[in-house]
């Protein structure tokens, strides 16, 4: 029998698009906030590892501030460089949380307003189904299964916690029920996006870390990442992808590979044309998956 074709994936995160080109980032920097998001993500759609890549995954913050305008951005560009029916994707707090402080009593009707302006976004190029997490799709059947989660905190927060991540039991059991389905259950390589990190190293030797202010600020609460990092080595996930940290990371844990990507229209730390994405290859009938980060030098 002849060896299956591999599979060829591209990750891309936290992109922060922006309604005009001319917008900055809501991030600030040290010597000034970001610019340029929009043509730079422009030229990374160009390159050639992104080009040829069969699927297309962005785990979150496609905008800054959630603006369908932002969205629209993303969706030409994607419709431009031919992508279009190659990206899926999941949101992150940018594309789902208001980021300016609610009054009293507005918390609901933000909360509602929020959600709606993501999935009316999101919507704009995928079907509305995947705006209802957890959603599965199989991009070749047989052979790898993804699978979508939304781990914001689902609704308006203000610029203190708007960072945090959450996943709930109402997800939570809904994940359980579609891992036991026998089509997802039999797929040997299952790949999981989701916004935040499940996974946040403590102080460990030779490792980079994140201090007790860091983890408070963007850390998915213990219960719900422990069950998740659990379900997923019970369910035969071998690789959950995240972003949101603005930084690579790449490790293993309980069995499941955890790949995290900087923001992709940001610059490496230390140049000024260098970006980073993670390309992934599921190899053969065994659902081996293939981490590799790509570094591409795109020309606006």
């Known amino acids: 029998m002849a060896r299956p074709r ?11 698009l922006t309604a005009s080109d001319e917008d900055s ?23 050639e590892p992104v080009q040829s890549a069969d699927w297309i995954l962005v785990t979150g913050d496609v905008t800054d501030r959630g603006d369908r305008e932002a969205w629209e951005v993303f969706w030409a560009a994607v419709g431009e460089a031919g992508l279009k029916r190659r990206v899926r994707l999941v949101p992150g707090n940018h594309d789902v949380c208001h980021l300016g402080a609610p009054r009293i009593g507005e918390r609901s009707r933000l909360m509602g307003e929020d959600l709606e302006r993501m999935r009316a976004g999101v919507c ?9 997490f957890p959603w599965v799709e199989f991009l070749e059947p047989g052979r790898l299964a993804l699978i979508g989660l939304d781990s914001n905190n689902a609704g308006n927060g203000n610029g203190v916690v708007n960072a945090i991540g959450r996943i709930g039991n109402r997800q939570t059991r809904r994940l359980v029920r579609l891992l036991r389905q026998p089509e997802v259950a039999a797929c040997p390589a299952k790949i999981l996006l989701m916004h935040h990190s499940p996974n946040l190293p403590r102080a460990r030797r030779g490792a980079e870390h994140y201090g007790p202010l860091s983890r408070w600020g963007h ?32 490790r293993e844990l309980d069995g499941v590979r955890i790949v995290g990507a900087p923001a992709s229209t940001e610059p490496k730390p230390g140049t000024s044309g260098v970006y980073r994405v993670y390309g992934y290859e599921v190899r053969g009938a065994t659902g081996r998956i293939h981490v590799t980060p790509i570094d591409l030098h795109p020309r606006p």
């Open 6 to 16: 591999p599979i060829r994936l591209v990750h891309l995160s936290d992109l922060h």
């Open 25 to 47: 980032r809501s991030e600030p920097r040290l010597f000034g906030k970001l610019q340029g998001m929009n043509a730079t993500f422009r030229a990374l759609l160009r390159e």
């Open 124 to 132: 704009l190029g995928r079907p509305r189904k995947q705006t209802l």
């Open 219 to 250: 850390e998915v609460p213990d219960v719900d990442r422990v069950t998740l990092r659990h379900l997923c080595a019970l369910g035969g996930v071998r690789l959950i992808a995240h972003g949101h940290l603005h930084r690579s990371d790449d």
